[in-house]
Every structure is written in C-alpha cells, then in structure tokens.
C-alpha cells in the first residue's frame, strides 16, 4: 500500500524544500535543549525530539533518492529554476542541524553527520552561486528570502565545527555566509522595496532574514566566545526582524498554508536559541524572557504546522505539478 507521499505519480513532484520540515523540528530540537540547560530542566525531551527530526530526515532522503533515480530530468529542473534553486541546501543544512542536536547525547554521530554536511553545504553554495552570476533567464521578480538559505547553511558550520575541534574550517564557512549575507540583504530589500510584491506562497520566507544575522550570532560566539560590538550587532539586528515581522503578524495569519510556511520555524527557533545565549553572556533576564517565551511560540507553531502538513499530504495539496516561474515583468512563481 503507498501512501499519499510516496506514489509515483507524486514523487516526481517532491521539492528539495520538503527537507525545510527537518530544518524546523531539528532547530526546535536545539532550541529546547538550550532552553532546558537555560532553565535547568530535564524534561526528558531531547531524545524524542532527535528521534523525530532523524526519521523524518532518514524518510525525506529515501524518498529525494528514489526520485533522483527515477526522475532525474525533475531533479535537475530544480537545479535549474529560480526559485527553488534556493531550497536545495537544505538538504545539508538539515544535516548540519543533527550534527548540532547530537552533539551533546553522541559526539560521533555528530562528527560524522557535520563531515558529510559540511562538504555537501560548500558543492551547494558554490554551484548556486555560479548559477547566480552566470544565469541566463533569472528576473528581479525571482529573488526571494529563500535566496538566504545558501548563506545561513554556511553561518551554521561553526556552531557544531569549534566544539569537533575544526576551528580553521569553520572560520572559512563563517567568512563566505556573513559575506554572502550582506551581499543578498542589500538587494532582497530592494526587490521588496521597489518590485512587485512577493506572491503569497513565498511571503512566509519573509521570516528566513531572521536567520543570518541569528546563526551568525551563535557561530560567532562559537568562534570567538567575546560578545563584543560585532556579536551584539548580530543579535540585535535579528531581533529587529523578529519584531518587523511579529507587528505584521496579521499578513501572515490570512495566508492560506503552503509548504513554505515552515520558514517561520528555523529562524524562529534560531532568534529564541540566540536569545538564550545572550541571556547566558549577559545575565540580564529580559534575554531569558524572550528566548523562553519564543521556544514555548515556537513549539505551539511546529505543532501547528505538523499537522497542517499531514493533512496537506494526505489530501494532495502538496508534491503535486506546480507552473513552470512566469518570465514576465510579474513573475516571480515558484
């Protein structure tokens, strides 16, 4: 018996971007493992969190290769396309987020996932960004937050690189994700400013400009453990986003679900994760608030959108045929 996901009809259909769900629960993983340390709780959660996030991981990959095998022509159409070029690296960022998870409960498998994500996520960065500047077809219109993924999968290798001792490697990863950051925020905030207004499906990826400045906080302070000017800086310009984006909450809340409504996932639980760790430099309480009470939003969130999901699946709204990107001034498709 197959089940909604796995037929063959559908499974030609399954984007890169589905790894986006692993990218949520493994950050919520994380995120309630600092919250309890911060807290100093044991509340039993992590191993149930990691098992979770590593079957859905394990399930995904099984179900990407098959495609790859029997629909190659599909996979290669999303290497090719404008849109969801940008969701392919989270294929190895969701490796590098187990890597983070296992770290405290099995520091070899964490190694393992970190030296198999960590090459994967450099072949990603450095194929979309040879796309990007030899393109032949890409619009203003295409260019959407998710254009920020290939840079947050580079800000993440230190956060599990320094602790496995590769500090030199991290550094590089570090380096090419800020770089990349500072470069696409200028021109994301231009096609948001001065183009037409991104199209529905895409608007919750609004919530991924959280994440490069929130990793490269955490990263930062793996690299350094000084939380001078350049990491305060990074911290509070990610929960500047944070509040941008929270005092628009009634745009997003009309928003019919789409499978990019799990952008409001990682980055959420990448600024609750930063806030906990500003609150252990600092020891200023007002951190501690905030990081708890963006966990406590974060977990209601993800079980939200679980079942949005399930039920999406299993009604077939998703892994179904979507209209190649319009190459018209109103464009933008994904």
Same mark, same amino acid.
């Given at each position: 018996m197959?089940t909604?996901?796995?037929?063959?009809?559908?499974? %030609?259909?399954? @984007?890169?971007?589905?790894?986006?769900?692993?990218?949520g629960?493994?950050?919520?993983?994380i995120?309630?493992?600092?919250?309890?340390?911060?807290?100093?709780?044991?509340l039993?959660l992590? @191993?149930?969190l990691?098992?979770?996030?590593?079957?859905l991981f394990t399930?995904?990959?099984?179900?990407y290769?098959?495609?790859?095998? $029997?629909?190659?022509?599909?996979?290669?159409?999303?290497?090719?396309? @404008?849109?969801?070029?940008?969701?392919? !690296?989270?294929?190895?960022?969701? $490796?590098?987020? $187990?890597a983070v998870?296992?770290?405290p409960l099995?520091?070899?498998v964490s190694?393992?996932?970190?030296?198999?994500g960590?090459p994967?996520?450099?072949?990603?960065?450095?194929?979309?960004v040879?796309v990007w500047?030899?393109?032949?077809?890409?619009?203003?219109q295409?260019l959407? @937050?998710?254009?920020f993924?290939?840079a947050?999968?580079n800000?993440?290798v230190?956060?599990a690189?320094?602790?496995?001792?590769?500090?030199?490697v991290?550094?590089?990863?570090?380096?090419?994700g800020m770089m990349?950051?500072?470069?696409?925020?200028?021109?994301?905030?231009?096609?948001?400013?001065?183009?037409d207004?991104?199209?529905e499906?895409l608007? !919750?990826?609004?919530?991924?400009?959280?994440?490069?400045? %929130?990793?490269?906080?955490?990263?930062?302070?793996?690299?350094?453990?000084?939380?001078?000017v350049?990491?305060?800086?990074?911290?509070f310009a /990610?929960?500047?986003?944070t509040? $941008?984006?929270?005092?628009?909450?009634?745009?997003f809340?009309?928003l019919?679900?789409?499978l990019?409504?799990w952008?409001?996932s990682f980055?959420?639980? %990448?600024?609750?994760?930063?806030?906990?760790?500003?609150?252990?430099q600092?020891?200023t /309480?007002?951190?501690?608030?905030? /990081?708890?009470?963006?966990?406590?939003?974060?977990?209601?969130i993800?079980?939200l959108?679980?079942?949005?999901?399930?039920?999406?699946v299993?009604e077939?709204?998703?892994?179904?045929e979507?209209? %190649?990107p319009r190459m018209?001034?109103?464009?933008?498709?994904q």
């Open positions: 197959t909604p996901i796995a037929s063959s009809a559908r499974l %030609a259909h399954l @984007p890169a971007a589905f790894f986006a769900t692993v990218m629960l493994a950050g919520l993983t995120a309630w493992e600092k919250g309890q340390q911060v807290l100093d709780l044991d039993g992590s @191993p149930w990691i098992g979770a996030s590593t079957a399930l995904l990959l099984v179900l290769i098959a495609k790859l095998i $029997l629909y190659r022509p599909a996979v290669l159409a999303e290497l090719r396309h @404008p849109v969801r070029l940008s969701f392919m !690296p989270t294929i190895s960022i969701s $490796l590098l987020l $187990l998870a296992f770290q099995a520091p070899t190694l393992v996932l970190w030296l198999v960590t994967m996520q450099l072949a990603f960065t450095l194929y979309i040879g500047i030899h393109h032949e077809h890409f619009q203003v295409h959407n @937050p998710a254009w993924i290939p947050v999968g800000a993440l230190p956060i690189g320094v602790p496995l001792g590769q500090v030199e991290s550094w590089f990863f570090f380096s090419v990349l950051w500072s470069v696409l925020v200028t021109i994301v905030f231009y096609r948001v400013l001065f183009h207004p991104l199209e499906r608007l !919750p990826t609004l919530f991924i400009l959280i994440a490069p400045p %929130a990793v490269g906080f955490i990263a930062y302070l793996r690299l350094t453990d000084t939380l001078d350049f990491a305060q800086a990074l911290y /990610g929960l500047f986003l509040l $941008l984006l929270f005092s628009q909450g009634g745009r809340l009309r019919g679900f789409f990019t409504w952008a409001y980055p959420l639980a %990448a600024v609750s994760i930063a806030s906990m760790v500003m609150y252990e600092t020891g /309480g007002i951190y501690r608030y905030i /990081g708890v009470g963006l966990l406590t939003m974060l977990t209601g993800i079980t959108l679980v079942a949005a999901t399930l039920v999406a299993w077939r709204r998703i892994c179904i979507e209209p %190649a018209a001034p109103a464009g933008g498709e």
